[in-house]
C-alpha cells in the first residue's frame, strides 16, 4: 500500500483585492472558515448578496493559492471598510477567513498587517472589529495583535442557539 502525501499549496507571493468574479470564491471560503461556530449558530455565516453588498461599501482583499501556475482556490480573505468623518478616517476590518487546511500558517496575520498598512496610508487613525463574545480564541488573537476591547453590541447577524454578543476591538495606528 502507498501512502499518499498531503498537498502542501503554494500560495501567491501577494495580497491582491477581489474583482467582481471571486466574490463567489470568497462567500464559499467565508463559508467554509465559519463552520467552527456551528456551535451556536445554524446555517451558513454569509451569502453572495451580503458579500457582494459589502464589496460595494469597501474591498475585500484575498490571498490565492495557485495551481501549477495558475490562480487555484483562495487561501485566505478580509474585508476592508474605510469610513470618514470630517477629517478623522478609521478602518474597520470584518470576515476574516482563512481556509481550514491552511490555518495556523500566519495568513490570518499577513492579511490583517496588510489591513493595517492600507488604513495608516489612506490616513486612518485606528482599525476597529468586532468578535463574537463565544469565540474566546479570537479575543486572545487579536489582544496579541495590539487590538483591545472598548465595548460590546448586540449580535444581529444570524439567529443564535446560545446567548451571545459582539466585543468590539479597536487599535491605534
Known amino acids: 500500500m502507498q501512502l499518499e502525501m498531503a498537498r502542501d499549496p503554494e500560495l501567491a507571493p501577494s495580497v491582491r483585492r477581489a474583482g467582481s468574479a471571486d ?3 470568497v462567500c464559499r471560503l467565508v463559508n467554509r472558515a ?10 451558513d455565516r454569509t451569502g453572495l448578496a451580503e458579500v457582494e453588498r459589502l464589496a460595494r461599501e469597501g474591498h475585500f482583499l484575498v490571498l490565492d493559492e495557485v495551481d501549477h501556475g495558475r490562480r487555484g482556490e483562495l487561501a485566505a480573505s478580509v474585508h476592508l ?3 470618514r468623518v470630517g477629517a478623522r478616517a478609521w ?14 500558517r500566519g495568513l490570518g496575520h499577513r492579511l490583517v498587517a496588510v489591513v493595517e498598512a492600507t ?7 485606528t482599525v476597529e472589529l468586532d468578535i463574537v463574545n463565544l469565540r474566546d480564541e479570537l479575543g486572545s488573537w487579536y489582544r496579541g495583535l495590539g487590538y483591545r476591547e472598548v465595548g ?3 449580535y444581529d447577524h444570524r ?5 451571545c454578543h459582539f466585543v468590539r476591538m ?3 495606528l
Open 34 to 43: 465559519y463552520t467552527v461556530e456551528s456551535f451556536f449558530v445554524d446555517g
Open 152 to 154: 460590546t453590541a448586540p
Open 23 to 25: 466574490l463567489p470564491a
Open 91 to 104: 478602518g474597520r476590518l470584518s470576515m476574516l477567513a482563512v481556509a481550514p487546511e491552511l490555518q495556523r
Open 159 to 163: 439567529s443564535p442557539r446560545r446567548a
Open 119 to 125: 488604513c495608516v496610508a489612506l490616513g486612518c487613525e
Open 170 to 172: 479597536e487599535k491605534s
Open 81 to 83: 471598510r474605510v469610513d
